[in-house]
Nanobody, 125 residues
Framework: QVQLVESGGGSVQAGGSLRLSCAGS????????MGWFRQAPGKEREFVAA???????????DYSGSVKGRFTISRDNAKNTVYLQMNSLKPEDTAVYHC???????????????WGQGTQVTVSS
């Protein structure tokens, strides 16, 4: 069974940091683009960040404008894991964060083939 399992969410005060992890199992994701989406209550799902396969374009990264400069995505293919380092967190970053992977196409355009169950991030002011 192919799975993406997120961890690392929690509650933090504004200005704080969290590091999310997403571990893949059941297949290797080293050749696939991986990334993160988030969804806050009453809001649409939002693309957060993505990183391409290192063998395809050297691990190119993309970020939404709302997190660029504060969040950093990275991957460890040996661990089949993608990370999201979140710094300078704001209350508006509060959401459920989902990990995703796509076999072809781009997460930036909302396309995915695998989806994790999500981890809650709550930022208080």
């Amino acid at each position: 069974q192919v799975q993406l399992v997120e961890s690392g969410g929690g509650s933090v005060q504004a200005g704080g940091s969290l590091r999310l992890s997403c571990a893949g199992s059941g297949r290797s994701f080293s050749g696939d683009e991986m990334g993160w989406f988030r969804q806050a209550p009453g809001k649409e799902r939002e693309f957060v960040a993505a990183i391409t396969a290192i063998t395809w374009s050297g691990g190119r990264t993309d970020y939404s404008g709302s997190v660029k400069g504060r969040f950093t995505i990275s991957r460890d293919n040996a661990k089949n894991t993608v990370y999201l380092q979140m710094n300078s967190l704001k209350p508006e970053d509060t959401a459920v964060y989902h990990c995703a992977a796509v076999l072809s196409g781009r997460l930036l355009f909302g396309k995915y083939d695998y989806w994790g169950q999500g981890t809650q991030v709550t930022v208080s002011s």
